[in-house]
């Protein structure tokens, strides 16, 4: 099954207004959660992580909220723009075996449409 | 700095064609990634190195895929006998060591005939 499951497959926010993207995972070993942005034809880039020893994150317009015990992440995005339109990939990592870097697994992303 | 740097950005191969896909690292990023993304399946996890050596290859089909990093400078993403199912677009990423963020390449886009 999906380890990492985004339900909402698209949604549209008004100009000016929060937008909110969820996240639900199922393997108890993820530790970092990541949303990453992705417009057509260009390669993911992260916009804001979290560790599991934190749940919430702020960074400009940009929040992390992390809820572990219900194994769920959101993203909100404060006074949405149209340049904000775009696909939002969630993701959450485990450490490999090695112990260094996080393998992450991806949802199938959210499109994001900001309306004028 | 370049970031990461995958070539060629689109290739077309006959079925059962050997493809051999490219990636060059951040300088200095010691972490390297692959995956693979489909619209069916999404953005998946193939392979990854670190300090040149393979340490988790868990997500790399059994049969056909392999995967080297000779240096540092670059890694290879091997496909033997391809098939229409392996058509994808295939993203590099690396990272410093104990880093979280991954910085993505443009990818590969694979067609496969």
Not at chain 2, 97 to 111: A, E, S
Request: proline share 5%; charged share 15%.
């Amino acid at each position: 099954g999906q380890q990492v499951k985004q339900s909402s497959p698209s949604l549209t926010v008004q100009e000016g207004g929060i937008s909110i993207l969820n996240c639900d995972y199922e393997n108890d070993m993820f530790d970092y959660f990541a949303w990453y942005k992705k417009y057509p034809d260009n390669s993911p880039t992260l916009l804001i992580s979290v560790r599991s020893n934190v749940d919430k994150r702020e960074d400009g317009r940009l929040t992390v909220f992390l809820n572990k015990s219900g194994k769920h992440f959101s993203l909100h995005i404060t006074a949405s723009q149209p340049e904000d339109t775009a696909v939002y990939l969630c993701a959450a990592g485990a450490r490999n075996s090695g112990g260094s870097n996080y393998k992450l697994t991806f949802g199938k992303g959210t499109l994001l449409t900001v309306t004028p | 700095n370049a970031g990461v740097i995958q070539t060629p950005r689109h290739k077309v191969t006959g079925k059962g064609q050997e493809a051999t896909l490219w990636c060059e690292p951040i300088s200095g990023h010691s972490a390297v990634f692959w995956y693979r993304q489909t619209i069916v399946q999404g953005l998946e996890f193939l392979t990854y190195f670190r300090n040149q050596a393979p340490i988790d290859d868990s997500g790399m089909p059994k049969e056909r895929f392999s995967a080297q990093m000779p240096n540092q400078s670059h890694s290879t993403l091997k496909i033997q006998s391809t098939q229409p199912q392996d058509s994808a677009v295939y993203l590099c990423a690396s990272s410093l060591v104990q880093q979280d963020t991954q910085y993505f390449g443009p990818g590969t886009r694979l067609l496969v005939l």
